[in-house]
């Protein structure tokens, strides 16, 4: 609900799509007064099916919990109109340094996430036209609730959030968005 909010901003018609019934509720509650025609599905994305074709693909936080990312990018490429564009926050897999630093198990369901290389990949197989890598979420230091590690954090954000992500910058970064052109 809350980047549908924003989205619908820039649109009349919005299909949202999660797996989970709850999460729908509460996006369908917040967004109730809207006067916006929004189509709830209840799917997983592997297996949602849809003759409509997008001018926006917006995902937030779940391809890595899909696990075939090329059947995720490759629907992607077959739900957009020419034209059209994906945009996708996900978790990088190179800040995984701080796990082993810090000796903290990564969970079974987080060894999944994709890395800025094997995205890119993806895209060029699927033909995307024009690929964008930015920034989404820096954290430098483990203990981000120290209000100076915050500061320094949004500093950081906001220093290099256009810049496109380069190695060093990926070492810092919680999560990336990718935008795709079709």
């Known amino acids: 609900g809350t980047w549908s909010k924003i989205l619908l901003k820039h649109t009349k018609n919005l299909v949202l799509l999660d797996i989970s019934k709850e999460m729908l509720k509460q996006a369908k509650k917040r967004l109730k007064k809207e006067n916006l025609k929004i189509t709830y599905a209840c799917s997983d994305f592997e297996n949602f099916k849809t003759k409509k074709k997008f001018d926006l693909i917006f995902s937030s936080r779940a391809i890595e919990y899909m696990p075939n990312k090329e059947r995720v990018i490759k629907k992607i490429n077959g ?53 964008e890598i930015y920034p989404a979420v820096f954290s430098v230091m483990p203990f981000p609730n120290f209000i100076l590690i915050r500061k320094l954090n949004m500093f950081l954000h906001l220093l290099f959030y256009k810049i496109k992500i380069f190695s060093l910058i990926a070492l810092f970064l919680e999560s990336y968005v990718v935008i795709a052109y079709k």
Do not use: A, C, Q, V
């Open 79 to 131: 739900f957009l109109k020419d034209g059209g564009k994906t945009i996708i926050i996900t978790k990088n897999p190179m800040r995984r340094w701080r796990h082993l630093i810090f000796k903290k198990k990564i969970d079974k369901i987080h060894k999944n996430w994709i890395s800025i290389k094997e995205f890119k990949n993806l895209l060029e197989k699927f033909k995307f036209s024009r690929t």
